[in-house]
């Protein structure tokens, strides 16, 4: 039983290895300043250029986009359900959204390219077939169950007797919960927005399938863009052979997708231990 | 003029923010509930068309009213079959280790820190460590194994913390008393705990592997086929999924393959769902007949 447990350090250490070995491999040809700094991204065809930021700026895109989306919502549902809603919509609402989270991401990218795209186009005409804001949109709605359940269970950890004693005092309905309530919940509020950018970056099926396959630095959402994870998916399609450069830089970019998701998880959970409200 | 004389309009004022705010917030969340539906009923809308028994048990073609989901079907019955095979004994196994055995040593940190980093890793950087590791490196090739294994690692932390949870809440009066009557460690935990925790654990394993039939990015890294006409086998053999069978179809730009992978999306939604109810029926039935 003890080994069961180990593996989990053994899959941990794996993908480190496994991310590192080939990644270093792939700055034996590229320098790695070429990779943070260039602004071009062309891995497969001449003249090639390994600039990562093309690939950034359009993950970049697609996290605030879905943040804009997903968290205004997410943490409005969360406080609907922990100070307004009775039982029973409680009972509606929650396994909703479970069911919006167990939703597999590929049906949301059919869902943003069949439905959201379309929809855009009647907005912004210039909309292309692909592009990050209906990609954005569905990472958003992605996102929003996330928000909303953990945010839920933190503005619940917070007493009653605080509630209370706000009303005691003659404040409104609105002014314990984002005076009182969300203030006294915030490191679980802050830690579920950075799990859910966490897992924004991460996403991939939906931007793979709407956000295109163009990797370039624009503003622009109506355009299309690619994002790292649609990369990594877009090479492993064809036919790379392994060891050649084209197949390292799936590790390369992996390494650099797995740094930021770690990074934003520990952070995380960083906020959750140092800054939180104990009640007793 | 005094405060007390200012404060009636500056009430009403502070009620009309309050009232706003609770309809926002209302409004924003049966937003959810309305997007759900939107969801569902566009997707039905496209495919039930193409719905019919013809669509289950044809291979995909290239021809879309020829085009059916047989071998995909197949593949996510298989695939979905080890990585239930791989993943339960060993989540199970470590969630026991850590709840009923494990003390307080560095080791045992470091397990619980893998474990929590490692359900934040995204799905498609568990696509490239078995691509790497199960692909080429084990060389088990493109086949059902290789691509059960990479799931079974990705929906390990999932089972963990799940049944972690379940074993907690079984209450330790259970154990004092199995030990007060003899009984050693292990036949607590395998007569007495275990049983109480099966409930939570099984809803936390169901709800596990639905999440595996969805995924898609780790099976497009270890090179699940996008077009397959015939079905898997045995473990060795190369296969498609469900997801990658919808992937494919969405990516064609023709409109007959979008509606076909709606049809796809409306069978593996009732599979997910049928699953989730059969989680849910766990759950409720335990809570009924518990002491």
Same mark, same amino acid.
């Given at each position: 039983?003890?080994?069961?447990?180990?593996?989990?350090?053994?899959?941990?250490?794996?993908?480190?290895?496994?991310?590192?070995?080939?990644?270093?491999?792939?700055?034996?040809?590229?320098?790695?300043?070429?990779?943070?700094?260039?602004?071009?991204?062309?891995?497969?065809?001449?003249?090639?250029?390994?600039?990562?930021?093309?690939?950034?700026?359009?993950?970049?895109?697609?996290?605030?986009?879905?943040?804009?989306?997903?968290?205004?919502?997410?943490?409005?549902?969360?406080?609907?359900?922990?100070?307004?809603?009775?039982?029973?919509?409680?009972?509606?609402?929650?396994?909703?959204?479970?069911?919006?989270?167990?939703?597999?991401?590929?049906?949301?990218?059919?869902?943003?390219?069949?439905?959201?795209?379309?929809?855009?186009?009647?907005?912004?005409?210039?909309?292309?077939?692909?592009?990050?804001?209906?990609?954005?949109?569905?990472?958003?709605?992605?996102?929003?169950?996330?928000?909303?359940?953990?945010?839920?269970?933190?503005?619940?950890?917070?007493?009653?007797?605080?509630?209370?004693?706000?009303?005691?005092?003659?404040?409104?309905?609105?002014?314990?919960?984002?005076?009182?309530?969300?203030?006294?919940?915030?490191?679980?509020?802050?830690?579920?927005?950075?799990?859910?950018?966490?897992?924004?970056?991460?996403?991939?099926?939906?931007?793979?399938?709407?956000?295109?396959?163009?990797?370039?630095?624009?503003?622009?959402?109506?355009?299309?863009?690619?994002?790292?994870?649609?990369?990594?998916?877009?090479?492993?399609?064809?036919?790379?052979?392994?060891?050649?450069?084209?197949?390292?830089?799936?590790?390369?970019?992996?390494?650099?997708?797995?740094?930021?998701?770690?990074?934003?998880?520990?952070?995380?959970?960083?906020?959750?231990?140092?800054?939180?409200?104990?009640?007793? | 003029?005094?405060?007390?004389?200012?404060?009636?309009?500056? !009430?009403?004022?502070?009620?009309?923010?309050?009232?706003?705010?609770?309809?926002?917030?209302?409004?924003?969340?049966?937003?959810?509930?309305?997007?759900?539906?939107?969801?569902?009923?566009?997707?039905?809308?496209?495919?039930?068309?193409?719905?019919?028994?013809?669509?289950?048990?044809?291979?995909?073609?290239?021809?879309?009213?020829?085009?059916?989901?047989?071998?995909?079907?197949?593949?996510?019955?298989?695939?979905?079959?080890?990585?239930?095979? /791989?993943?339960?004994?060993?989540?199970?196994?470590?969630?026991?280790?850590?709840?009923?055995?494990?003390?307080?040593?560095?080791?045992?940190?470091?397990?619980?820190?893998?474990?929590?980093?490692?359900?934040?890793?995204?799905?498609?950087?568990?696509?490239?460590?078995? !691509?790497?590791? /199960?692909?080429?490196?084990?060389?088990?090739?493109?086949?059902? !194994?290789?691509?059960?294994?990479?799931?079974?690692?990705?929906?390990?932390?999932?089972?963990?913390?799940?049944?972690?949870?379940?074993?907690?809440?079984?209450?330790?009066?259970?154990?004092?008393?199995?030990?007060?009557?003899?009984?050693?460690?292990?036949?607590?935990?395998?007569?007495?705990?275990?049983?109480?925790?099966?409930?939570?654990?099984?809803?936390?394993?169901?709800?596990?592997?639905?999440?595996?039939?969805?995924?898609?990015?780790?099976?497009?890294?270890?090179?699940?086929?996008?077009?397959?006409?015939?079905?898997?086998?045995?473990?060795?053999?190369? /296969?498609?999924?469900?997801?990658?069978?919808? /992937?494919?179809?969405?990516?064609?730009?023709?409109?007959?393959?979008?509606?076909?992978?709606?049809?796809?999306?409306?069978?593996?939604?009732?599979?997910?769902?049928?699953?989730?109810?059969?989680?849910?029926?766990?759950?409720?039935?335990?809570?009924?007949?518990?002491?």
């Amino acid at each position: 039983m003890f080994l069961c447990a180990l593996l989990s350090i053994v899959v941990t250490i794996g993908i480190i290895v496994v991310l590192a070995f080939e990644a270093v491999a792939f700055f034996r040809h590229v320098s790695i300043v070429e990779f943070f700094t260039d602004t071009r991204w062309f891995p497969l065809l001449e003249p090639r250029h390994f600039g990562v930021l093309p690939l950034l700026a359009g993950t970049f895109t697609i996290v605030v986009g879905s943040a804009v989306i997903g968290i205004p919502v997410g943490v409005a549902s969360a406080i609907y359900l922990s100070e307004y809603a009775s039982a029973r919509a409680r009972g509606i609402v929650k396994p909703v959204l479970e069911i919006l989270a167990g939703i597999p991401t590929v049906v949301y990218g059919y869902f943003a390219l069949t439905f959201v795209t379309p929809l855009l186009k009647h907005v912004v005409p210039s909309t292309n077939i692909f592009n990050a804001a209906s990609a954005s949109i569905v990472v958003g709605i992605m996102i929003l169950p996330m928000v909303a359940s953990l945010c839920d269970d933190a503005l619940r950890a917070v007493p009653d007797s605080l509630r209370q004693g706000a009303y005691a005092l003659g404040a409104t309905p609105f002014e314990v919960a984002t005076r009182v309530v969300v203030p006294g919940a915030l490191s679980g509020i802050v830690a579920s927005f950075v799990l859910a950018l966490s897992r924004a970056v991460g996403e991939t099926m939906a931007v793979t399938i709407a956000a295109g396959a163009t990797p370039k630095l624009t503003l622009n959402p109506f355009e299309s863009i690619q994002t790292m994870t649609a990369y990594i998916v877009q090479v492993s399609l064809g036919d790379t052979p392994a060891g050649s450069t084209e197949y390292q830089t799936i590790f390369a970019v992996g390494a650099l997708l797995f740094c930021i998701t770690l990074a934003a998880n520990l952070a995380a959970n960083r906020i959750l231990r140092r800054f939180r409200e104990v009640y007793e | 003029m005094s405060r007390l004389l200012a404060a009636p309009a500056n !009430l009403r004022r502070r009620h009309r923010a309050a009232r706003a705010f609770r309809a926002i917030c209302t409004v924003l969340t049966w937003f959810c509930l309305v997007l759900l539906a939107v969801l569902l009923v566009h997707a039905t809308r496209e495919g039930l068309p193409w719905l019919d028994l013809q669509f289950l048990s044809e291979f995909p073609s290239r021809f879309p009213e020829r085009a059916g989901i047989k071998s995909a079907l197949y593949g996510t019955l298989w695939l979905i079959g080890f990585t239930a095979l /791989f993943s339960i004994p060993i989540g199970v196994s470590a969630a026991i280790y850590l709840e009923e055995y494990a003390g307080r040593s560095r080791i045992n940190t470091a397990i619980e820190v893998s474990i929590a980093n490692l359900a934040g890793v995204p799905s498609i950087v568990y696509g490239i460590l078995g !691509l790497a590791v /199960f692909v080429r490196w084990m060389a088990l090739g493109r086949s059902v !194994l290789a691509g059960a294994m990479t799931m079974s690692l990705l929906i390990l932390p999932v089972i963990i913390i799940a049944s972690r949870e379940a074993l907690r809440a079984v209450p330790n009066s259970i154990r004092y008393a199995a030990y007060a009557l003899g009984a050693t460690k292990w036949q607590t935990v395998r007569h007495h705990v275990l049983p109480s925790a099966l409930s939570g654990i099984l809803t936390g394993t169901i709800l596990a592997l639905s999440r595996a039939i969805g995924e898609t990015a780790p099976l497009i890294m270890i090179g699940a086929l996008t077009y397959v006409a015939f079905v898997p086998s045995g473990p060795m053999d190369q /296969f498609t999924a469900l997801p990658i069978q919808i /992937f494919n179809w969405v990516s064609r730009p023709q409109q007959d393959f979008h509606e076909l992978a709606a049809a796809g999306i409306v069978v593996l939604l009732v599979v997910l769902l049928l699953m989730n109810a059969v989680a849910v029926f766990i759950r409720h039935r335990s809570q009924r007949y518990r002491l």
